[in-house]
């Protein structure tokens, strides 16, 4: 860079600077939450199947897909994503997997995602035991800004210093040298004419240059602009006592939402807001609320009875308008309750869900066999393979037992065999998982719904997660052979598998919540992730 | 001017390689990049290595390799005119033309890994114009320079300006281009607006000035517009007959084929009216002179060019046009929303926010003429005069 400094040195500086910041970097904003890809786990058909969706960290963008299917013969997969905003009958054909070189029943392909939006992912299997698909949302946002490397940053110096001075050159030598005729030497006027003019252009291409940096510098805040990869939208939490009872209350989107927006949400198993409160520190307390819609973006829910302290707070939704889902988060103070005469006015959810422990009774990080036990003896042991690495299959397989060692049955909470909380000990990362994957169900009932009507199939269906049948009720009148399907595959039995890849290094906590004797239990469980 | 460049170029009369290389390497970026607008308007995905990026880098490396292997066989294997008769720099001799496909090859090769992270950084192809398709845009404007100027050098070396006829071509590949990069705005149904042809008159008086001015055989504007239209024409008629089927989701349009370019400006009527006004002007002119022809030509184009397409576009967009030959609304990308706005002019209406055409609008639109006409006048006098 040195060397362009006999013109302009002070733009130059600032170019190099500008450089520097772009090599220098980091990582500024986390995928929706920190875990943005998308993985499914159940049946497709007569097929169970695995999916894994990396997603892009910018919109255009291409995702990556492989789908796994347990079968013993060969078997077609292909994929298509659909956009929540246009209708199927505009999509492309869909692409059909590769096969993945040395692997059985394993395929891989991209999905172009060419707008910020909620796309269905449409996965079809074909093989011998017949045919079948299922839509796995994703929410396609700009996540992240992808720092220049140091080689390419290097050789863009190079080359450009390379372009300005050879530019200047050529020019220079035309000027001196393009009218004089073979065998005739340059003289005194030629060479000054070649001299201004090689002069005048290399300050003109180094005021391009300064102006191509600004403009890649305004590119680059406009980029910004459009990310969403941190939480969102903006979340204001308040607490209040009333009567007997502690109300939390939340607004959502007063910033990043106009304020005439409704904020319409899909609800997911029939609770407009899944809220998650996490108490700072050893993080010993942890409760999962489903706050109800106060007036316009406001939210409250009851307060469990939870120790006082710090608490962070992630509340998942799905927006009606797109199906797209996001997590909000914020943290609050739970002061000590206090009680009062009166009369409750709000009534608590009776899916909400809490749990206290000492933070000893949580299982070491290190144990290979790490086992949770509850007071009245019931366990959950986490059979792992250590160490856990990154974007490598988690192994979150979790069985419940009885004190005597005793399978327990499982019952469906809120629709599901469990649901389950990871967060990265410094809130960085946060991600509701369920069997059957860790996107939102709602955003899949949107695309559902959207398949069956525009391909004109499934009349009666209704909005999965609107039903009623979704709260515990094992038999979905409505839920197409997919999701049943998915939900067999999960019901039942005293196992809980979630599939999940931890998206970066770090330490976790998990949180595994199951329904088994009418009553919601929460074991918890340490990871240490390389 | 007059030396034993002649004697030798007579005495040596050869074919002109490295002058048809360079042609055809301009020839084939332009091809690509109109085949690379086909791809985006018919399939939508886009990678490293479609065909039509592969035309415009075979383009780009025939133009590298050709003032390469120039700028060697000018310093290592010189006869007595490569000796004598190239530009020298730190040492190096190439004829210009060579040095600047050189520089175009090295642009070119800058922007694609740049334009690669930008894809990654930014996100797919957000916009047609981002920093690193600049950089590749000065580099295929490097490639297509580089080609006129090694035959412009020739031609004007060669005592019966042989080499004048691929001078012309390479000046209808530059018009080409330069119509590529404003393609966007220049849809027949933008052509009652006044945007239109504000961007016409900046960007093509210019070229087509340069070669009326510096070509050296009879009515050079006018065949190097000819020579636009004509590989317009053909890439109008060649691209339809490949099937393809749109791989990007929305699809509005279920295209079938691939989507061609739209028929090309009439800039042939304009260039020929230029010709006539610089027919006469002689060898060197003073700067005044330059612009007072650059008034006057500024306003042939601005009339001529108005009259044509203004009755050519009513034409187009009717369903007169809907057949192979001038395939007026007869293609749109897979995109498109089609209904009614497709036999309609856009943007006609005047007021705030409008882009009607009037008395303030021309006016502007001939003072960038006149502007664009005047900065070809004097690189054209430039380019008649070039030699090495």
Known sequence: VGRLDEEGGAMTRRLAVFLAVLFLMPLVAQAHLGSPDVFFEGKIGAYLTRVTIRMPTVVPGRAEISVNVEAAEAVTVSFLPLYSRTAISNAPPPDVGVPIRGETNYYAGDLWLMTSGAYGIQVNIHGSQGDG???????????????????????????????????????????????????????????????????????????????????????????????????????RLTTRTEASQQIL?????????????????????????????????????????????????????????????????????????????????????IPVPVKSMGTNSLEPDPDDSWANYAAAAVPLAEATNAVFTFADGRRVVWKRQLPLQTKQEAGLRFEVSDAAGNAVSLEPYMGMMSHAAVMRR????????????????????????????????????????????????????????????????????????????????????????????????????????? | MVSEGRVLGRAGRRWPISELLLALGSTSIAVGAIWDISWHSTIGRDSFWTPAHMAIYLGGTLGGLTGGWLAIKHTFFPGQRERTGAISILGARAPLGAWIAIWGAVAMLTSAPFDNWWHNAYGLDVKIISPPHVVLALGIFGICLGAMLLAAA?????????????????????????????????????????????????????RLVVMSRSGRTGW??????LVYMFLECVMLWILPLFPAQPRLAPIFNPVTHMVPPVFPLLLFFPAMGMDLVLRRAGEN??????????????????????????????????????????????????????????????????????????????????????????????????MRKVVR
């Not at chain 1, 190079?158 to 020019?171: E, H, K, N, P, Q």
Request: proline letters at 5%.
């Open chain 2, 220 to 225: 050079p504007g006018a065949k190097a517009a």
């Open chain 1, 133 to 235: 698909s299922v839509e796995i949302p994703v929410t396609s946002v700009a996540l992240s800004q992808l720092p220049l490397p140091r080689w390419l940053g290097g050789m863009l110096v190079v080359l450009i210093g390379l372009l300005v001075l050879g530019g200047a050159a050529i020019v220079a030598g035309a000027a001196r040298d393009g009218e004089l005729a073979a065998g005739v030497s340059a003289g005194k006027r030629n060479r000054r004419k070649g001299l201004i003019a090689g002069t005048v252009t290399l300050a003109i291409l180094v005021f391009l240059l300064v102006g191509g940096m600004r403009w890649w510098a305004s590119e680059e805040r406009a980029f910004r602009e459009r990310m969403r990869g941190g939480a969102w939208p903006d979340m």
């Open chain 2, 154 to 206: 020739r031609q004007n070396r060669e005592p019966d300006g042989a080499g004048g006829g691929i001078y012309v071509y390479t000046g209808g590949i530059f018009i080409l281009i330069g119509a590529i990069f404003v393609s966007e705005y220049t849809t027949p149904n933008l052509q009652h607006a006044a945007f239109f042809y504000k961007v016409c008159a900046a960007m093509f008086p210019l």
């Open chain 1, 426 to 530: 410094d809130g960085t990362v946060f991600a509701h998982l369920h069997p059957s994957g860790n996107y939102s169900m709602a955003a899949q009932g949107y695309f559902m719904d959207k398949v069956a009507q525009e391909s004109g199939a499934g009349v009666q269906m209704a909005s999965m997660a609107g039903m009623p049948g979704m709260n515990g009720m094992p038999d979905m009148p409505g839920m197409d052979h997919a999701q049943m399907a998915q939900m067999h595959h999960a019901m039942g039995g005293s196992v809980i598998s979630l599939p999940y890849e931890f998206p970066s290094a770090g330490d976790y906590r998990i949180w595994v919540q199951f329904k088994t004797g009418g009553e919601v239990r929460t074991a918890v469980f340490d990871a240490e992730v390389q």
């Open chain 1, 249 to 333: 209350e939340l607004t959502l989107g007063e910033h990043d939402l106009r304020p005439d927006d409704p904020l319409s949400l899909i609800p997911d198993h029939g609770k407009l807001l899944h809220l998650f409160l996490i108490r700072d520190g050893e993080a010993t307390a942890i409760a999962h609320l489903h706050p109800v819609r106060k007036e316009g973006k406001t939210f409250q829910v009851v307060l469990p009875p939870l120790p006082e302290g710090r608490y962070r707070v992630f509340c998942d939704m799905t927006l009606a308008s797109s199906s797209m889902s996001f997590t909000a988060t914020n943290s609050v103070q």
């Open chain 2, 285 to 382: 002119l003073g700067f005044r002179k330059c612009v007072t022809y650059s008034l006057v030509l500024g306003a042939v184009f601005v009339l001529i060019f108005l009259a044509a397409q203004w009755l050519f576009s009513v034409f187009l967009i009717s369903h007169g046009a809907d057949d192979w030959f001038f395939a007026g609304n007869r293609f749109w990308s897979y995109g498109a929303r089609l209904s009614d706005w497709r036999w309609t002019f856009w943007n006609t209406e005047g007021g705030p926010g409008g882009d009607a055409i009037t008395i303030r609008a021309m006016g502007v639109s001939y003072v960038l003429a006149v502007v664009s006409a005047l900065l070809g006048m004097l690189w054209g006098g430039w």
